[in-house]
């Protein structure tokens, strides 16, 4: 016959987390590491509370047989564990029930609330491979997030390129088509406060290349397109067409005398004389201009050459005019 | 070979050699600078042009480099962590090398470590890795020795023909670094 302090023992080594009940529901032993979370309980209703279950002072038996047992542990409420009960017979070890824990996926939690090592579980226990694996998982998340940023990074890179002139910064005829297409999203709605178009069109920028070479002219379309920012708003999108030919997209501005207004100070704003290497140069810019509230419904390619007819009658009416497609509009005269 | 091998040995240039050194190694081999894909499969003989010009210019040949990326490894905060739950002592830790590929496989699945064997040998260790290619017994070597520090023992490796011999001499070296298995992960994003 075994002592009874060698068995708990020996339970001990083999099974940190488990629990020998008398058959009242005391606590005959109970494994070092199952210690660490009851405390110094002296009674299984003390420690615990079995959910879906009676107390243990009337169903010790119904313990030593379940299958699967979950008992929250009543110090620390958000700990449940897991286990499984055996009968004792009542001869040599006076009855009473055999049940082993585990935390089962609260496993991490329990780890850190009690403050765990790797010698309070068994070997055989996967515990320590659970806590592995989650922490894998942790950081292969993060390698893959961190890798999935820098992919987002070169997207958003690619696609600003692609949308962006390169001489100018500002945007070519794909960025403005896709501006275009985010002001018509509104369109048509009754809140929807339209807008405005602007084909500009430089003057005399031939002379500029050809007097002063083409280093000379790629700085002026450089200095027109950073005035034609400054003279817009952030809402509103700068395009460069390609040659000298630029677009402004203005949302909101649908009154025609405001637009033919700033029309004009743009013209002005490009006429300003440029510092290119020792020579003032010097170019000017026609305009045509359209207005989308001017349409019953809005087609952007239609806009589009409307304003293009309509910086044709200004370019015919000499340089340096703007013209709002439409008849009855307000013409502005070079 | 798997991309994350590839991506180790970028990050590890990177991270040692700095930006230039790992331009020029993408450049001999023909790889895009930008970096390897995590989850694509790659030629094994880009694998080892990585591994040799990466030492080229410090005129270490392609398993010395690979000896010197097992230790950048190992000492990677969040790696080093996971290698520690490997085992609570180094001996644990060098037995326990037998489950190494395993352990990966499960992380990443299709990340396939050529099976590991460790014996006794008297007092010292003997570790054969069932591969052709000696790089994976350099990276396992590079590997061990870095974990040795970190368990606070001193450790000495000996690669022959017959693997890779190991013998801890003072098996309580320094302190080591601490370690606790319920901090948190690192890495985690």
């Known amino acids: 016959m075994i002592p009874v302090a060698d068995i708990a023992a020996m339970l001990g080594r083999l099974m940190p987390m ?3 009940l008398d058959c009242g529901g005391a606590i005959r032993s109970a494994g070092p590491t199952l210690r660490k979370l009851i405390g110094k309980a002296a009674q299984f209703d ?4 079995a959910i879906g279950g009676t107390s243990a002072s009337r169903s010790v038996a119904r313990l030593g047989s379940a299958d699967r047992l979950f008992l929250r542990l009543r110090s620390a409420p958000q700990t449940v564990l897991r286990g499984r009960g055996a009968m004792l017979s009542a001869d040599g070890t006076g009855g009473g029930a055999l049940i082993n824990l585990g935390f089962g996926i609260g496993l991490s939690d329990g780890v850190h609330r009690f403050g765990l090592t790797d010698q309070d579980f068994a070997p055989a226990d996967l515990a320590m491979e659970l806590l592995f694996l989650s922490q894998a998982n942790a950081a292969m998340m993060g390698e893959l997030s961190r890798f999935n940023l820098r992919l987002e990074e070169a997207r958003v890179a690619a696609e600003a390129q692609a949308l962006t002139d390169p001489l100018t910064g500002v945007f070519n005829r794909r960025g403005l088509t896709m501006a275009i297409e985010a002001a018509l999203l509104g369109a048509g709605a009754p809140a929807d406060p339209g807008f405005a178009l602007l084909h500009i069109d430089l003057d005399l920028f031939k002379a500029v290349n050809d007097c002063h070479g083409h280093a000379a002219g790629d700085t002026m379309l450089k200095a027109v397109a950073s005035k034609l920012s400054a003279e817009t708003r952030l809402c509103d999108s700068v395009a460069r067409m390609g040659g000298d030919e630029f677009v402004l997209l203005l949302p909101g501005l649908t009154d025609p005398v405001g637009l033919m207004r700033l029309a004009r ?3 002005e704003r490009i006429e300003e004389p440029v510092r290119i ?7 000017s810019a026609s305009v045509g201009a359209a207005i989308s509230t001017g349409y019953d419904t809005i087609d952007a390619q239609r806009m589009q050459r409307d304003a293009d007819a309509a910086l044709y009658a200004a370019k015919a009416n000499g340089r340096g005019g703007a013209v709002l497609a439409g008849p009855g509009r307000p013409q502005v005269p070079a | 070979m798997h991309g994350m091998i590839n991506r180790a040995i970028e990050d590890f240039v990177r991270d040692a050699y700095g930006e230039g050194a790992w331009l020029a190694v993408a450049a001999a081999t023909g ?12 030629p094994d003989d880009l694998t080892r042009a990585l591994l040799a010009e990466a030492g080229a210019p410090m005129g270490k040949t392609g398993p010395e480099l690979a000896e010197d990326l097992g230790a950048w490894l190992a000492a990677q905060s969040g790696l080093r962590r996971l290698l520690r739950f490997a085992g609570s002592d180094f001996s644990e830790f060098v037995l326990s090398l037998v489950e ?3 352990r990966l496989r499960m992380v990443i699945p299709g990340l396939d470590l050529p099976p590991v064997q460790v014996e006794l040998e008297g007092e010292d260790y003997r570790i054969r890795i069932a591969s052709a ?4 017994l350099h990276a396992v070597a590079g590997m061990l020795q870095a974990m040795a520090d970190d368990y606070g023992v001193l450790a000495v490796l000996a690669l022959d023909r017959d693997g890779l011999r190991l013998s801890v001499p003072l098996s309580a070296y320094t302190e080591g670094r601490p370690f606790s298995i319920s901090d948190p992960a690192v890495g985690a994003a």
């Open chain 2, 31 to 42: 790889s895009d600078s930008r970096g390897f894909r995590l989850l694509h499969d790659y």
């Open chain 1, 265 to 267: 100070r743009i013209i």
């Open chain 2, 133 to 136: 290619d000696p790089l994976w």
């Open chain 1, 18 to 20: 488990h629990l020998w």
């Open chain 1, 46 to 49: 003390d420690a615990f509370e």
């Open chain 2, 100 to 102: 190494l590929p395993g």
């Open chain 1, 277 to 283: 290497g020792d020579a003032d140069c010097r170019v």
